[in-house]
């Protein structure tokens, strides 16, 4: 500065002037941080002053942040300004749905299902496809067990088709379906085989996929893939077959599990926050507890054996 300068060749260093001189050259030369500076001295202004540095020297996406942080909502970047990150990419990071990382999504929301209604896998249980969840949460409550497929296989013990009447009615007291009506194209034909099957005051625990699914091509190739269901379709569905005050359809899911979900990513990516947020737009799995009402001889001897 011109001042700074006259002063040092006129001699004149008078140290109280020098440090006002400088302080002054400093509050010029950084307006915003003078400003901040000052208000610390006025604390009822501190606000007011940050604010207005932010309007001055912040972009207009940070202060959007800013703000929606303050205010504790999700920030939504404008038009353009989105990171895609590890997801711009045309390739999933499994196309068998996240089986040879971890822990698929929809199996997290099918064995907390499950494990809400263990209660109900008890005495003769049939699984659809393998025995894992009979054992995982039925345990020594499982008098016997049966796995049902629709071809022979080493685990299986009755290969039948649910949309034919193929197994004796009323022998089981729970059916576990998981994942398996989206399937079978005759839908309601294997859920009448399903209410047939179970004993009177039997249970159905049925899990169906959601919208967010991805398409499965060795199942499309082996024996089709058909159905995707909301909460009201399944509703609707069993409702055909079950009383309506014995049906209880819950879905689980949210933006986050069913991008994730879609792209490939296992439990293991996401904190249980993220899988256990609930947001109804997004039904990754919609679950169902169906119970077949009992027989009016079944009420009659219930009656009868009260003491």
Known sequence: ?????????????????????????????????????????????????????????????????????????????????????????????????????????????????????????????????????????????????????????????????????DLSSEQFDCVICTQTLPFIYDVRAALQTLYRVLKSGGVLLATVAGGTHPISIFDMEHWGDYWRFTSLSARLLFREVFPEENLQVKTYGNVMAATAFINGLVVEDLSRRNLDYYDPNYEVVVVVRAVKPPQRNDLRAGVVGKP
């Open 1 to 165: 500065m011109w001042v700074e300068n006259y002063l040092s060749r006129q001699g004149i260093l008078h140290d109280e002037l020098l440090r006002t001189l400088k302080n002054q050259i400093w509050n010029c030369r950084h307006p915003s941080l003078s400003r901040l500076r000052n208000s610390v001295q006025n604390p009822r202004w501190m606000k007011h002053t940050l604010r207005g540095l932010a309007v001055d020297i912040l972009p207009s996406v940070c202060r959007q942040w800013l703000s929606a942080r303050l205010h504790r909502k999700e920030y939504v970047p404008p038009v353009g300004w989105v990171r895609f990150g590890s997801f711009r990419r045309m390739e999933p990071f499994s196309r068998v749905l996240g089986i040879d990382r971890g822990l698929p999504i929809d199996r997290y929301y099918i064995e907390k299902f499950l494990l809400e209604h263990c209660r109900d896998i008890a005495g003769h249980v049939l699984e659809i496809g393998d025995d894992r969840y009979t054992r995982k949460f039925g345990r020594d409550k499982v008098v016997k067990s049966d796995v049902l497929n629709l071809f022979d296989s080493p685990q299986t013990t009755i290969a039948a088709d649910l949309t034919r009447d």
